[in-house]
């Protein structure tokens, strides 16, 4: 069963950058591991529904953005340390939210979450 645990969280200011990381562990599964993995941030602001971020392949050579983050955020990979990232920049008041990673197309493996709020 594997675990996703968020980092980075916080309070900053508009314009101000964060980085978020997840951390993925409880890998059980014979040739099932971290690498093998398509990975996703999602977020959701207060009081509206969850919403995809970004999106990176298992190799980390394919990534998507939604259109409200392109140009800002960028996410990455490192397979080593069975991390995932998100790097913020530019951050806006309506970046507000909690922010999740969640592993794979299903809804089986999601993280805690961390509070991220954009206020000055």
């Known amino acids: ?14 314009g101000g950058s964060l980085k978020l990381s997840c951390a993925a562990s409880g890998f059980t599964f014979t040739g099932i591991t971290f690498s093998t993995w398509v990975f ?4 959701q602001p207060p009081g509206k ?3 995809r971020v970004a ?3 298992n190799t980390g050579e ?3 953005y ?3 983050v392109k140009g800002r955020f960028l996410i990455s990979r490192d397979n080593a340390k069975n991390t995932v990232y998100l790097q913020m920049n530019n951050l806006e008041p309506q970046d507000t939210a909690v922010y ?6 299903g809804n089986a ?3 805690q979450g961390t509070q991220v709020t954009v206020s000055s």
């Open 1 to 14: 069963q594997m675990q996703l645990m968020e980092s980075g969280g916080g309070l900053v200011q508009p």
């Open 40 to 43: 996703h941030w999602y977020r």
């Open 49 to 51: 529904e969850r919403e």
């Open 55 to 57: 999106t990176i392949s």
């Open 62 to 64: 394919t990534t998507s």
């Open 66 to 68: 939604a259109d409200s």
């Open 100 to 105: 999740y990673c969640k592993a794979g197309l």
């Open 109 to 111: 493996y999601w993280g």
